[in-house]
């Protein structure tokens, strides 16, 4: 019986040699973590290789050997035999990771280059590969004498965009701006930062603002400046007044064909900055009132006197207003006689006269019409025009 019970042991225990790979039949997909890559990217790979797991008890590892390496290439360098590791025992399941490192290229414009091309390491995670702008990666691995199984990707430079989170800020907000550049995720195992120029209609110098990665390989970078009516611009503080159109924008060196990498772009964006008081609430108009030319009030008109016309606006918001004040005069069958406007700009809580005169040249009923724009151009009514009748004799 003992020797029967030794006979079983002997052929029925499991035992846990190495397996042997299945060379008739190579399955061994290839993965990416990205169908496509910048030139800086890092790029994470993963192999299925089931049957080059050699010991279900232990981490195992593929590619190192010159019988069965893996390479990974682009079409100017290369890096192999190059190890890839189990990601947990008996996984089957095979990762590594390199870190493209581009090439020799000045990215923000300042004459010095940005990059540190290199081709070095042998796995998992310490390879870096130089490669050029519209190239490739390829993965090959030599499964069995013989038979290489290969996956490859294309990589590429992009056209940056830059955006405000909203198309309108009230003035009082901070507005938020997004660069999305993958071309600028120089280092992605740490931050990356991106210079903008931002402007606004009332400071078209502006200032220049450092937009931050948001995570260490996003390729996006976001930057959040604040709104000024009575401070100069400095910092990320940017001196615009409601009604102003703001903008914001960087320029791109890492264009992909048909430009050159000696070709920049500048890629831009605008928004709005506007109040929350309505437009017709923004400025107060008063009737006007009518006066010779040294300031004594007229009750009666004539013709070839001259008619000083005195309007008064008020500003009672705390921020400086552009206005135009326009004064027209019709007569009885609403034909413009007569046309003139100020241009300016009122402080915050101010009072303003602002005049025209006006000489009648025939006798009649007259309408004056007053008007607070904020422009002659894209007008808006600040508050509501004013009529006023007169008799001239």
Known sequence: ???????????????????????????????????????TDKVRMTILAPSWNSDRHLID??????????????????????????????????????????????????????????????????????????SAITISFEFADGVVLTESAPIQWNIGKIQ????????????????????????????????????????????????IETSESSGIFVATISFSQNQSSSGNRLYAMPGDTIFSKYDDYTLPKPYTTSDNLQVTTLANV??????LQRLKSLPIVLSDTFGNPLTSFSINDQIQIVGKI??????????????????ENGFVVAVSWIQGEISGNQNLDVSQSWIPKK???????????????????????????????
Not at 26 to 33: L, M, N
Not at 363 to 381: C, D, H, K, Q, R
């Open 314 to 331: 008020s500003n009672e918001q705390n921020f400086k207003q552009k206005f135009v004040y326009l004064f027209q005069v019709k007569d």
């Open 1 to 39: 019986m003992l020797i029967l019970a030794l006979i079983f042991l002997t052929f029925f225990t499991p035992v846990f040699a190495e397996a042997t790979p299945d060379y008739d039949n190579p399955y061994s997909p290839i993965f990416t973590d990205k169908p496509v890559y910048s030139w």
């Open 164 to 211: 405000f989170s909203e198309e309108n800020y009230l003035y009082d907000k901070t507005a938020l701006i997004r660069v999305i550049d993958p071309d600028l995720n120089l280092n992605p195992e740490s931050l990356d930062h991106v210079l903008i120029q931002i402007s606004s209609t009332s400071d078209m110098s502006g200032i220049e603002v450092d937009a």
């Open 61 to 134: 590892s593929i590619g190192d050997t010159e019988d069965h390496p893996i390479e990974i290439s682009t079409r100017e360098h290369s890096l192999g035999p190059y190890r890839f590791t189990e990601t947990d025992v008996n996984s089957g399941i095979f990762t590594a990771e390199i870190i493209l490192t581009g090439f020799s290229h000045d990215v923000d414009g300042d004459g010095d280059s940005d990059t540190t091309p290199r081709t070095t390491g042998n796995g998992p995670t310490s390879g870096f590969l130089e490669v050029d702008r519209d």
């Open 274 to 279: 506007d109040s929350s008081i309505p437009t």
């Open 363 to 393: 006798t009649g009923i007259y309408t004056v019409e007053t008007f607070t724009w904020n422009s002659l151009i894209n007008t808006a009514p600040l508050s509501p025009s004013l009529l006023t009748s007169i008799s001239v004799k």
